[in-house]
């Protein structure tokens, strides 16, 4: 038995032990049998990857990587290259020599370990690390940071509120370039106490949401951008920012109405046109659009979208995207959604749209199942395959689908082959009109009877005269009645007198006699009103 026969049988009895197993241990392989080779433990996926999957996409077709890249810039561009160069082999290569490009324009070492590690002889002739540069990167990170420390504590000391804001902010800038959210996150907060507007407000909350969104904390990222949203920052860059970093957390929290709302809000005008540390222009009108196709209403659609005159730049950037919209609204349904297929490649290699890619055609595909439905009570389902470019299976499928959610009130005849729209039931609708309308009659009449009730007993609330003549009874008790004999002045009681509940008959304020047959309390008068209502 070899050595390296030994060193297997070894481990594997290692491995029993520590499982503490009764199973009887396997021999070791016969000699001159080799020993069967450990299966390659798979890669982790690269680091602060967003929901990379495995299966290989084909190159999009007129897909220029460095043109991409040059839309970001930072940690941004180099976690998209990578995204690119796990999802596309086709792309690996360049898409990871770009990245290596840009890694070594800042100074996050971890990234070009893993980018090394990931890529290997792709990017590298020797297929090694170059030391020199890590150890390069690695002091110039101690020099700013310690720079950095210095003029903290000095701003510290001479309690200067915007110094020590700025410093913060340099911090957790340097620690973001190194690839480390978590520091970066924590210096960002610290600003809190120290910014004096609210621009600088806003400027601290994109900053921790960034991070937050960097680590994968969507509800962070988000409790930051509403703090954010204030007036002093409306019509600034800033309120552009938050709206497309709001609508990027709708997004990966899967809601696209509120995501198309908030990337349809942002201003091109004063959307920043140099490379983005988050979204660029494109990214915006990429994602507002197909958000809004497949999850706005028609009118949305049109007025939010294709008529809305300061998204218009944007919208230009993305012309595909465009001409789909404008598909759907004209009742071109095949066009729309051949359109978006011809746009998934693409898409799929954005990392954040990605994982969305197919809701949001599916949810296009059933804007367009909607509306071509909506003016037929009966339609084929190969007519409606015919016009969405669909398979007939896949209409069904869709349909049943939204027939189950309850957004389309229809049945499938699957002997006839033919979606049927069911209508409201009338004959119900009526029986429940009509019987709204004999409560609302039962109540009126309920509060007229009441009402004649309560003037047929007097019990009613008088204006009370002044003493030259007027009527001058007691507030609570005070007498008075016509036909009690007495005068208003002298408070003469008869069975008019009083209101319920203040005795039998008080006099009146200038001094009336006691009224002998006062309508007593409210529990002696609710029979009598209650034989009234019964009648």
Same mark, same amino acid.
């Given at each position: 038995?070899?050595?390296?026969?030994?060193?297997?049988?070894?481990?594997?009895?290692?491995?029993?032990?520590?499982?503490? &197993?009764?199973?009887?241990? %396997?021999?070791?392989?016969?000699?001159?049998?080799?020993?069967?080779?450990?299966?390659?433990?798979?890669?982790?996926?690269?680091?602060?990857?967003?929901?990379?999957?495995?299966?290989?996409?084909?190159?999009?077709?007129?897909?220029?990587?460095?043109?991409?890249?040059?839309?970001?810039?930072?940690?941004?561009?180099?976690?998209?290259?990578?995204?690119?160069?796990?999802?596309?082999?086709?792309?690996?290569?360049?898409?990871?020599?770009?990245?290596?490009?840009?890694?070594?324009?800042?100074?996050?070492?971890?990234?070009?370990?893993?980018?090394?590690?990931?890529?290997?002889?792709?990017?590298?002739?020797?297929?090694?690390?170059?030391?020199?540069?890590?150890?390069?990167?690695?002091?110039?990170?101690?020099?700013?940071?310690?720079?950095?420390?210095?003029?903290?504590?000095?701003?510290?000391?001479?309690?200067?509120?915007?110094?020590?804001?700025?410093?913060?902010?340099?911090?957790?800038?340097?620690?973001?370039?190194?690839?480390?959210?978590?520091?970066?996150?924590?210096?960002? #907060?610290?600003?809190?106490?120290?910014?004096?507007?609210?621009?600088?407000?806003?400027?601290?909350?994109?900053?921790?949401?960034?991070?937050?969104?960097?680590?994968?904390?969507?509800?962070?990222?988000?409790?930051?951008?509403?703090?954010?949203?204030?007036?002093?920052?409306?019509?600034?860059?800033?309120?552009?920012?938050?709206?497309?970093? #709001?609508?990027?957390?709708?997004?990966?929290?899967?809601?696209?109405?509120?995501?198309?709302?908030?990337?349809?809000?942002?201003?091109?005008?004063?959307?920043?046109?140099?490379?983005?540390?988050?979204?660029?222009?494109?990214?915006?009108?990429?994602?507002? *659009?197909?958000?809004?196709?497949?999850?706005?209403?028609? &009118?949305?659609?049109?007025?939010?979208?294709?008529?809305?005159?300061?998204?218009?730049?944007?919208?230009? !950037?993305?012309?595909?995207?465009?001409? #789909?919209?404008?598909?759907?609204?004209?009742?071109?349904?095949?066009?729309?959604?051949?359109?978006?297929?011809?746009?998934?490649?693409?898409?799929? !290699?954005?990392?954040?749209?990605?994982?969305?890619?197919?809701?949001?055609?599916?949810?296009?595909?059933?804007?367009?199942?909607?509306?071509?439905?909506?003016?037929?009570?009966?339609?084929?389902?190969?007519?409606?395959?015919?016009?969405?470019?669909?398979?007939?299976?896949?209409?069904?499928?869709?349909?049943?689908?939204?027939?189950?959610?309850?957004?389309?009130?229809?049945?499938?005849?699957?002997?006839?082959?033919?979606? *049927?729209?069911?209508?409201?039931?009338?004959?119900?609708?009526?029986?429940?009109?009509?019987?709204?309308?004999?409560?609302?009659?039962?109540?009126?009449?309920?509060?007229?009877?009441?009402?004649?009730?309560?003037?047929?007993?007097?019990?009613?609330?008088?204006? #009370?005269?002044?003493?030259?003549?007027?009527?001058?009874?007691?507030?609570?008790?005070?007498?008075?009645?016509?036909?009690?004999?007495?005068?208003?002045?002298?408070?003469?009681?008869?069975?008019?007198?009083?209101?319920?509940?203040?005795?039998?008959?008080?006099?009146?304020? %200038?001094?009336?006699?006691?009224?002998?047959?006062?309508?007593?309390?409210?529990?002696?008068?609710?029979?009598?009103?209650?034989?009234?209502?019964?009648?």
């Amino acid at each position: 038995m070899n050595v390296e026969e030994m060193e297997v049988e070894d481990d594997a009895v290692d491995d029993l032990r520590d499982e503490d &197993s009764d199973d009887d241990i %396997m021999p070791a392989p016969a000699e001159g049998v080799p020993a069967p080779a450990a299966p390659a433990a798979p890669l982790p996926p690269p680091r602060n990857a967003i929901a990379i999957r495995q299966e290989p996409l084909a190159a999009p077709p007129h897909f220029n990587v460095k043109s991409y890249a040059a839309r970001y810039t930072g940690p941004t561009a180099v976690k998209r290259l990578m995204f690119i160069a796990s999802r596309c082999p086709a792309l690996a290569r360049e898409a990871y020599s770009v990245a290596l490009t840009a890694i070594k324009a800042g100074i996050d070492t971890k990234a070009y370990e893993e980018l090394i590690r990931l890529a290997g002889p792709h990017i590298e002739p020797e297929g090694g690390i170059d030391s020199a540069w890590m150890e390069s990167a690695d002091r110039r990170t101690r020099q700013r940071l310690d720079q950095l420390d210095a003029e903290l504590n000095a701003h510290k000391a001479a309690l200067n509120k915007d110094g020590i804001r700025r410093a913060y902010a340099a911090l957790g800038d340097a620690h973001a370039a190194r690839g480390e959210p978590e520091a970066a996150l924590a210096h960002y #907060a610290r600003m809190r106490d120290f910014c004096g507007g609210g621009e600088q407000t806003a400027a601290m909350c994109l900053a921790v949401a960034r991070a937050a969104l960097d680590m994968q904390n969507a509800m962070q990222a988000s409790a930051y951008v509403m703090r954010a949203q204030q007036p002093e920052v409306a019509g600034t860059r800033a309120e552009a920012q938050l709206h497309a970093t #709001a609508g990027l957390i709708h997004l990966l929290q899967k809601d696209y109405a509120e995501c198309a709302r908030c990337m349809l809000r942002v201003r091109p005008d004063i959307i920043a046109a140099a490379p983005s540390a988050l979204l660029a222009p494109e990214d915006v009108a990429t994602y507002g *659009v197909l958000c809004a196709v497949a999850a706005l209403p028609r &009118s949305d659609l049109r007025a939010r979208v294709l008529e809305n005159a300061s998204f218009a730049p944007l919208l230009d !950037l993305v012309p595909r995207a465009r001409d #789909a919209a404008r598909d759907l609204l004209h009742g071109r349904y095949a066009a729309c959604l051949s359109a978006l297929e011809g746009m998934r490649g693409e898409l799929l !290699l954005d990392a954040h749209l990605a994982p969305h890619v197919a809701a949001l055609v599916d949810g296009a595909r059933d804007a367009c199942l909607l509306q071509y439905l909506a003016p037929y009570r009966r339609a084929r389902v190969a007519d409606v395959a015919r016009a969405l470019g669909s398979a007939p299976a896949a209409v069904e499928a869709s349909a049943v689908r939204l027939i189950a959610a309850r957004r389309l009130t229809a049945r499938i005849d699957a002997a006839a082959g033919a979606i *049927v729209a069911c209508g409201a039931d009338r004959r119900r609708a009526a029986l429940q009109s009509v019987a709204a309308a004999g409560e609302e009659c039962r109540r009126e009449m309920r509060a007229a009877l009441l009402r004649m009730s309560c003037l047929e007993h007097n019990v009613v609330v008088r204006a #009370a005269r002044d003493s030259s003549g007027g009527r001058s009874g007691g507030g609570r008790g005070g007498g008075g009645g016509g036909s009690g004999g007495g005068s208003e002045m002298a408070g003469g009681g008869g069975p008019g007198g009083g209101f319920p509940g203040d005795g039998d008959g008080g006099g009146g304020a %200038m001094g009336g006699g006691g009224g002998g047959n006062g309508l007593g309390s409210f529990a002696d008068l609710l029979p009598r009103l209650g034989d009234n209502m019964a009648c």
